[in-house]
């Protein structure tokens, strides 16, 4: 049996310091650009949710929640339905995070929209409905700014733990250290002083997990970062209330946060403390959140666009009719990717084994030419014409994808049957250098919202969010978002 070993040594306080900087945080410290990418975050998960609401997966949820809880204030995107706070924030989170749209950090894999808008939606509501307290009208900008505090808390908690270490060791990484990004976030909502923000972070991050073998089969994948969401949302109610958390709870070394979500990692040191608060202020993280372009696992993106750029070098090869002529397909990985997503799909897979498996993604991306939400639906995955391209298919790791930033990115051989090889590679798929631009998410944004919505109404959602800092009440957003 091992016996703790209880240091005295004080540890750099980086959960009082990143609670202090969430607490100080101003409008006018953050720089204009990284204003607008956050409102482009929130306009993107915005959009994602409205169609992930219409998910049968979504749907079997927000029946769920209603079965087993009362009616509420807070909304639900795309409903009639009105919930309490932590169930709005499940609903929520679910519904944005539904359909793998969303977006992803590929430093410190997670989903920062699913995490943090639920828990600021409901938040908005909240303090309108405090008991015993008079209604508080949460204006744009504090939202805006409780939105950076949570953009940029989940990342570097992140990559404290060496950001997709998590992830290769079978941890569900975004629902990890998301926790501490909603309490983060919600936080700053409710204008909480430096040290309740500290206790609302530890009681976040004591409810913090999530297995990423829910990546094979059922539903609940879709709803593990909206359980971050509401463990954060929780903890700042009870911390606003005075309610107290654990301090230091991301460094202490015995039964902390950063200790024991990297015990056993082997690496040396376990985990990075410094990453916690590096570059406060002037290195945003909201800046390196990447958007989607495909309705997959993030980490495959990279491996859709070599066979898109093989596809359109080589249409005789690839033409329909011929796709039985190749003869193996091999994918290149990163550690984290490979151990993510690497494995081999069986009959029957449910859209979320399809959309987590490499062999299956890409086998999609040979068939259909595009990897987007009609490709994983119940109908079409069975299909023997991708079955057959994703049995040929084996994935390996490759250590040039180890590389700082190249996580994302694949290299693919294929091989036909007369012994003709195709052989090419990227580092990272579209969107990481350079990002994509703010016009190209807007464009996603309207198609995404236009499928499910009116043009009118897409055009005021659009113009409320990017007009943020304008808008007295946050309420007139969610009030367009209730009923689709």
């Not at 926790?179 to 909480?192: D, E, H, M, V, Y």
């Not at 991708?386 to 040039?400: G, P, Q």
Request: glycine letters at 10%; one cysteine or more.
């Amino acid at each position: 049996m091992t016996v703790p070993v209880h240091s005295d040594e004080p540890q750099h306080p980086v959960t009082e310091i990143l609670s202090q900087w969430v607490a100080n945080l101003d409008l006018d410290a953050v720089p204009i650009a990284v204003r607008e990418r956050a409102k482009h975050l929130i306009l993107d998960g915005i959009g994602c949710g409205l169609v992930g609401a219409r998910a049968p997966w979504s749907r079997t949820a927000a029946q769920s929640i209603s079965e087993y809880e009362p009616a509420g204030y807070c909304r639900i995107l795309g409903q009639k339905q009105k919930h309490g706070p932590l169930a709005a924030a499940l609903a929520n989170g679910a519904f944005i995070q539904a359909m793998e749209l969303d977006d992803y950090h590929s430093q410190a894999p997670l989903h920062s929209a699913s995490i943090v808008l639920p828990a600021l939606f409901a938040g908005v509501e909240a303090q309108k409905h405090r008991a015993g307290h008079d209604p508080v009208a949460v204006s744009g900008a504090a939202f805006l700014l409780a939105a950076v505090a949570g953009f940029e808390t989940g990342p570097r908690v992140g990559k404290a733990m060496y950001g997709s270490d998590l992830l290769s060791r079978g941890w569900h990484s975004g629902p990890v250290f998301g926790s501490p990004a909603s309490a983060a976030a919600t936080g700053k909502l409710f204008g909480l002083a430096a040290g309740e923000i500290e206790s609302a972070m530890g009681i976040a991050c004591t409810q913090a997990g999530g297995l990423m073998s829910a990546q094979y089969e059922g539903m609940v994948k879709r709803m593990q970062h909206a359980f971050a969401a509401r463990n954060g949302l929780q903890a700042a109610l009870l911390a606003r209330s005075g309610y107290q958390g654990m301090k230091k709870v991301l460094e202490r070394p015995y039964g902390g946060f950063l200790a024991m979500f990297s015990a056993g990692n082997g690496r040396s040191p376990a985990y990075n403390i410094e990453e916690v608060v590096s570059g406060l202020g002037s290195d945003w993280q909201t800046q390196v959140i990447r958007f989607k372009l495909y309705a997959c696992v993030g980490g495959c993106h990279g491996q859709i666009e070599v066979l898109q750029r093989m596809q359109e070098a080589h249409p005789e090869r690839f033409a329909e009719g011929k796709l039985d002529e190749i003869e193996q397909i091999t994918v290149y990985l990163s550690a984290p990717i490979y151990a993510h997503d690497g494995w081999q799909p069986e009959r029957p897979i449910t859209a979320t084994g399809a959309q987590m498996s490499a062999a299956y993604i890409g086998a999609v991306q040979l068939v259909d030419r595009q990897v987007l939400p009609a490709q994983f639906e119940e109908a079409v995955l069975d299909r023997e014409e991708v079955w057959a391209l994703a049995r040929k298919t084996i994935c390996r790791h490759s250590a040039e994808f180890d590389k700082p930033d190249h996580i994302c990115g694949a290299r693919v051989v294929v091989r036909f049957a007369d012994g003709f090889e195709l052989e090419e590679a990227t580092p990272f798929p579209k969107g990481y250098d350079p990002p994509l631009d703010n016009a190209d998410i807007r464009d996603k944004f309207r198609r995404l919202a236009g499928s499910v919505l009116g043009a009118k109404k897409v055009a005021a959602i659009e113009s409320k969010v990017l007009q943020l800092e304008e808008l007295e009440d946050v309420e007139e957003l969610l009030a367009l978002l209730e009923v689709a």
